[in-house]
């Protein structure tokens, strides 16, 4: 995450990163009674698991008491700091999926090619890939909806080829607002005179990319991250121009 904005919901401590995966794991711990049978129960391998407990340990302190042998045999427990930080790791995700849910942006444009359910739109900040309603076709106008959580951000010097990433809709544009709430940050990133894309990161990511008001960015998302329809006649493009 030191390049990009990612919006996958995750605490960071150093260069370890507590994630969903993480989270689950922790939980089984607590419900299961011990790190084998978390393991079992999730389907994962016992020393990817311990390795992993490891690891999070060493970035954000003890996490499983673990016991030995004894009459009742070994098990094990999740810490204070353990049930802590999955409190917080809730609250980051509530947050989130409370903005994620609400924020998106609309690109109106019109429909040039088409291939199943994938089309090639022309809006005004750039071509976009989206998949479309099954009745659109070449020359119809449609609105692409794009979620605020499935685009990331890129600087420009560490932004990947388009042909080289599934996130082939990119647009380079500056950052013209910056929502900050507890955990989670909009960012408004202007990619044309008219138009702005929201993009949802974390605070961690915000600070790492060094993302402030006039930042040059450019923005990335998937061609199945989209959603289109096609608009009512009189809210035609060909209206607004004539």
Known sequence: MDATADVEVQLEQGDVALTARDRTLLQAVAAHGSLNAAADALGRSYAHAQRRIVELEDAFGPLVDRSRGGSGGGGSELTDAAEQLLARFQRLQADFDGVAT??????RGTVVDRDGELATVETPPGTVRAIVDTEA????????????????????????????TSARNQFAGTVERIDEGTSIALVALAVDPTTTLSALVTDTSLDKLDITTGAELVASF?????ASVIPALDRSLSDESS
């Open 137 to 164: 076709c070449p020359g119809d106008a449609v609105e692409v909806g794009i979620r605020a959580d499935t685009v990331t951000l890129n600087a420009p010097s560490e932004a990947p080829e388009s042909t080289g």
């Open 102 to 107: 609400a924020e998106e942006t609309v690109l």
């Open 222 to 226: 998937k061609a199945t991250a989209t």
